[in-house]
């Protein structure tokens, strides 16, 4: 469990030798133009050395990286976003399997069905780079399982166990694994539970609280030399979950995901690392306000999610041309429901269908060519594909036709991604161009959605089936400066985004909502420009002591001039690290500058300015042979009370927490 930050160009990790991480091994200069959150092997068990909290949870690995910012509801389950853009711009799977979210309040991110203790990296990936697993305009994240393979360990396990001060966090989780040449079996569970926790100034945010389980098991067979059949299950459940900022809790997020891969080296003629996979997946998500105290009226929100998938990949190496084909598809089934039940017991309670049972089915192609031309590559990449709904429930159906009399229960869509990068080496420095056209289909609840309440603007949002896909030009360009011991790295996008889908207000119609200030429907704004620029540099102070930084800067609006909504004001962070085989040490700032540039109209208001420090030690040592893992530290040394601008509603952060984790692996 290990964190890299891999960012821009090249990667590599101190720990007393250096050690490549996550270069793609078709691109003909080292060049990555990813983020990799390495989530290390319990091998190596680098995370004590490299990360400041080895047993964080995924969310607060992600929110650390450089790429993504979190939308924060609670302390559980917060949002990706990847350049200024949330859930319903990205893809978003685990093991490159797509899963869908059953949640209309988005309270259940796909982030939230695995464990950083069944990971072994995520990649994340910008705008239509990250086409490669799916229709996206943001970009991508994939969450890839950890594995054993098949090497000579024979039996492995870990015990785990941590502890948070600020709300009585209680980790406690095992890993039990065998690996031979021909054989492996990966299990893994863990257990989190923890008590609302406080702001800065010693404030308790009330109904903060959650437990959670996950189950992991990764198998593999090697039937013959060079062809593999893996297996892998997943297993999450979450319980008594809070969200301070949103008026409803969870009572109930499982999930059950299940794959079956075939692996083969050799394929057909020049075609060779040949990968098919079958994937199932299906959530349950509850909403309830049972333990809320004078709710104006009790509801119930429970939700479903089911999808099936593939894929089907192979790659293909000829003269200076590296290229990867690949078919996918999915099958999802969204539903939503909605009862409401009075105070007064003689009055008739209210339901509605908030997801109409909508189908939607994706069958798509994509492709990509790596060419060496003498010291710089060009990559060419494109998909294809063909998305249908239909909704399948009458009443649901029923129920849209009132605001669109003449909607069809069913819609094709066609959708597209090209994508030209050009990577140059100039001596000392390393130039990256791209520019890329991608699309996407509405979401289900912008396309069908039924009276979704958004605590964030107070406002019922309404679904249009009619909506045009969204598209976006994407330009980007990237610098890197590799000197002896100091590497400096800047990186700006912009993204003009045509038929940008954001909820306008329609004043003829009435909430459905107690308190609402007015209804929403999702249209088709002209267009929306996003822009993203981003310097960061690292500097080799000794070969263990290491300091980084990064500043970044965001703007988005409209045709109009108007702010677009979670639009990152200047932030920054710095650290120190000290890395050695025996002992880690790091010291961390991060902050941001005011939020000027924000839209009432969309609930924002002005977030101020703040710092944070952190602080970590680390330390290995062995007891009957056995490596034991100490690690100790201090989040918000001072205590600080601030939120930021991706938090819902303007819910506080996390006070001061002191905390401790320990791990024993037994070889």
Known sequence: MTLVLCYYLTCWISTGQEIPVAIDQDSILPINLSEVIVIASNITRLDHQTHQKPLSTLDEYLESSKKVAMVKRGAYAW??????????????????????????????????????????????????????????????LDMRLEKSGFLSLDWTGSVETGFESNNNAQIVGGELNYANENFYLDTDVIYRHADNYIAGGREEVPFSQFTKYNLSINSGIKVAEGE?????????????????????????????IGSVSWVQEDFFGNLNDWETKVYA????????????????IRMDMPGWSDTYGYFSQAKLHSGTHSLMFKVDGFYNRSLAEMTMYPNNPSEASMF????????TLNTGMYA????????????????????????????????????????????TRFLKSFSARHQKNLGKLELTNSLSYGNRAPSVSE??????????????????????????????????????????????????????????????????????EGVKIYK????????????????????????????????????????????????????????????????????????????????????????????????????????????????NVFDTFY??????????????????????DIN
Not at 109 to 128: E, K
Not at 352 to 359: A, G, I, N
Not at 552 to 558: A, E, I, L, M, P
Not at 595 to 621: C, H, I, M, Y
């Open 524 to 635: 088709n704004l002209k267009y929306a420009n996003l822009y993203n620029i981003a310097v960061d540099g690292t500097y080799e102070i000794t070969k263990e002591l290491q300091w980084n930084g990064l500043v970044s800067y965001h703007r988005g609006v409209d045709k109009s001039g108007r702010n677009l909504p979670f639009i990152s004001p200047l932030t920054y962070n710095t650290g120190l690290q000290y890395t050695s085989p025996k002992f880690s040490m790091s010291l961390t700032l991060r902050g941001s500058a005011d939020q000027v540039n924000f839209n009432p109209e969309f609930g924002e208001d002005r977030t101020d300015a703040f710092n944070v420090v952190s602080l970590s030690l680390g330390k290995t040592f062995k007891v009957n042979n056995d490596n034991v893992y100490l690690k100790a530290g201090v989040d």
């Open 643 to 664: 939120s930021t601008y991706t938090d819902w509603n303007n819910i506080p952060r996390m006070g001061r927490n002191m905390y401790m984790t320990l791990s024993y």
């Open 447 to 516: 396309g069908f959605g039924f009276y979704l309440f958004n605590s964030f603007d107070n406002h019922d949002y309404i679904g249009d089936p009619n909506l045009e896909n969204e598209s976006a030009v994407e330009a980007t360009t990237k610098v890197l400066f590799p000197f002896e011991k100091l590497t400096i790295g800047m990186e700006g996008n912009f993204f003009h985004t045509r038929n940008f889908i954001i909820g306008e207000i329609e004043p003829s119609l009435s909430t459905m909502t107690i308190g609402a």
């Open 79 to 140: 949002e990706p976003i990847i350049n200024d853009m949330t859930s319903e711009r990205l893809a978003i799977t685990i093991d490159g399997m797509r899963i869908f979210g059953a949640c209309t309040d988005r309270m259940d991110p796909i982030t939230s069905y695995v464990d950083v203790s069944n990971l072994s990296n995520v990649h994340i990936t910008s705008g239509q780079k990250g086409a490669e697993i799916g229709n996206t305009i943001g970009g991508a």
């Open 281 to 296: 997946n299906s959530i349950t998500h509850i909403m309830d306000d049972s333990q809320r105290p004078d709710v104006p």
């Open 352 to 359: 509605m269908l908030t997801w109409p049972d909508v189908r």
């Open 228 to 256: 593999k059949l893996l297996v892998s299950f997943i297993f999450d459940e979450a319980r008594d979950v809070g969200y301070p900022a949103l008026p409803m809790d969870v009572s109930l997020a499982r999930a059950f």
């Open 368 to 411: 990509r060519d790596i060419m060496s031309i003498e010291k710089s590559t060009l990559t060419l990449s494109a998909r294809l594909a063909v998305q249908g709904f239909n909704i399948a429930d009458e009443f649901g159906l029923n129920s849209l036709r009132i605001f669109y009399p003449e909607m069809d229960r069913g819609q």
